[in-house]
């Protein structure tokens, strides 16, 4: 049992859990993820780590409530706790040991890019973070990367930092030049739409993704993803990878895999379920 | 040896001091003594009583209903207590099964318990698992003129009425000595399941490391409970619980802790972490949705319980027309756990011809009784979709048997233009798998083969002292009964190897868990 330390909520539907995980708070690095297990009946959700402090045997996780699951996460309260925690799985980012880095976080993947801004903060990396989210409301980890460097804010209505898209501050700072790499980490749409400014460019894109995982240690294969023309399992191979090397449509299309199925949980889940 | 296990291998008396009985059948009178050899001969093998087919089609209950005592007695006296006992000698773990179908036959369930457990951890499993045919009864006597003694139905008799008659617990004190030597198992499957058994019963401190959830690996995640009811497999893990063994979920070796770390906190390490990654065929179409590696689509439904859905939280498609791709358990498994998630039509593709089917025979029978559908002497070339990029069919081509190849089987070669479509909304892939790289990794100097499996030794200790490992991190996909059997052999093995190499300068105290 891992229980919940403490809970704020970050924007109206994302909340941040510290968990208790002292060996996972440990040894993870930047980039990992843990499988989450909530209760008995609960699905298993990949979740990246969004911090972790070694000392109080706690882990970060931010969470998005969409659906059933991520919906009763997100309301647990300190005190209560999650039943299982395995982690801290897939590869640690490769992280750049000198230069120039754009970091770019939009919505929940904000609390992804964290750690790996923290890390390249650390190696003594030039980070600018770019950050967005729909309103003021759904911009996240704001202080924590504004420690770590140049930070923009970017919101589509205006109502924090700059109005519009994260891309068009990533296209702006890649027209001034001396980017050496760019790690991209958000909803899909927006991960494909850097990697379109990156790749006539030649400048190396990170990516991280999160597809439909179960065991998360290799042995389902639902994670998997084409990259190149090869098929990668997200869970052992990434979860990051060359974002120009990705086949986002494809990636796009098999997180629609389970969408009916998501509004046939919520609505048993708010009492309107006639099958079950 | 253990000395309970030579006591019970005697032989019946001679038959001329027996009474003349009349051959019995399964309604005859209790016995009054043994039968004649020729009583014996003419008992015909009990039919396993079994649900209905049409009750299947939307159940997961278990298929098999077991022999009830009547018969189980009845099947018992089939046995001819052979002085050689082949059917040993046909058993990867060598249970003694004259000794415990003797012990059965003359009424003595417990005793016939005792024996059973002594050489198999998970009888209950194996009695329901194990491909009998190819093994124990393969080699039994009564099969060279006729039907082999039941041998796995009346394992599963004896474990069953031990389960539900539990040995009283033992003494405080009675149990084995503790050594003080700490012992770790990567993995809570059949492998890593009965080498824990016996170490602990070695007096050995043992924990388990499992990577879900949930312990019993394939016996939780990939047989589905119409085959083996998981209530068997959480009782199973309990009495290894009980009798002092340390289970760890959610620990993956070469994430959570590395083989290395492993080796500083343990005398000796036991890898058993399982099957790994799902092959899959490599052809047009392969990442459609509906596509599923059999691994995924037993998992969810296994161990997620998706056909519970939304009852429980995980999902899985259900398919309409599933089409499953192999000819092993696996895909008997998913192929049988598609009818019961609703599909009109369930189909297996494979590219031999039915006596190929490396799948046990009791399976290809109940999906035949199922209404399974069968393309034998079929391959498939790629999976079509539509604009939504959900599946539609899978384009196939017909197959004709060639030449011997390596394995000594006839070689499938495609028979040019015989490409067809069959429609389906679900793929599942059921082809093998290939080793998994997580914990291999972590631990460069572990010798592996060139498919990444570990290599061991013939007593099962891989190429640094005190890793010994064996199931299929070993020997790529193979059977319950194997992986149990390299169990065993490993734990002989370690505790081999535990007496040679000097104990940790301090003892670990208070390690008696029984």
Known sequence: MHEILARQQLSPDVVRLDVQAARIAQIRRPGQFVIVHQAENSERIPLT???????????????KAVGKSTGELAALQPGQAINDIAGPLGHPTELIKRGHALCVGGGVGTAVLHPIAQGLHHRGVRVTSII???TRAAVIFEPELRRLGDLIVCTDDGGSGRKGFVTDAVRELLAAGGVDIVYAVGPVPMMRAVVNLTQPLGVRTIVSLNPVMIDGTGMCGGCRISLGNETRFVCVDGPEFDGHLVNFEELTDRLTTYHDFERQSQACAEGQCRLG | MNPETTNHEKTYPMPNLIMNRAPRSEAAPPPSGPPTM??????????MPALESEARAASFAEVNLGFTEAVALIEAERCLQCRDPRCVRGCPVGVNIPGFITLLAEGNLAGAAKLLLADNTLPAVTGRVCPQETQCEAACVRGVKGQPVAIGHLERYVSDWARAHPAPPAAPGTGPAATGRKVAIVGAGPAGLSAAADLAQLGHDVTIYEALHKPGGVLVYGIPEFRLPKMIVAREVR????????????????RTYTLPELREKFS???????????????VPGENLKGVYSANEYLTRINLMTAHQFPRTDTPVLRGKRVVVVGGGNVAMDAVRSARRLGAQSAMIVYRRTRAELPARAEEVHHAEQEGIRFEFLTAPVAVTGNAQRWVTGLQCLRMEL??????????PVPRPGSEFILPCDVV???????SNPLLTATCPELKLNQYGNIVVDEHGMASLPGIFAGGDIVRGAATVILAMGDGKRAARAMNEYLQRVPAPSAAVPGQNHS
């Open chain 2, 402 to 411: 060639g030449e011997p190849d390596a394995s000594g089987r006839r070689r």
């Open chain 2, 38 to 47: 020729k009583q014996r001969l003419q008992i015909t093998r009990q039919p």
């Open chain 2, 239 to 254: 009495r290894l619980q009980e009798a002092g063994v340390k289970i760890v979920c959610n620990v993956v070796i070469g």
């Open chain 1, 132 to 134: 967005g989210g729909r």
């Open chain 2, 268 to 282: 000796a390490v036991f890898i058993a972490n399982g099957a790994g990654l799902p092959v899959f065929m490599n």
């Open chain 2, 428 to 434: 599942v892939v059921a082809i093998g798998t290939r």
């Open chain 1, 49 to 63: 780590i969004a911090d972790a402090s070694p000392d109080c045997g706690a882990i970060a996780l931010v969470i």
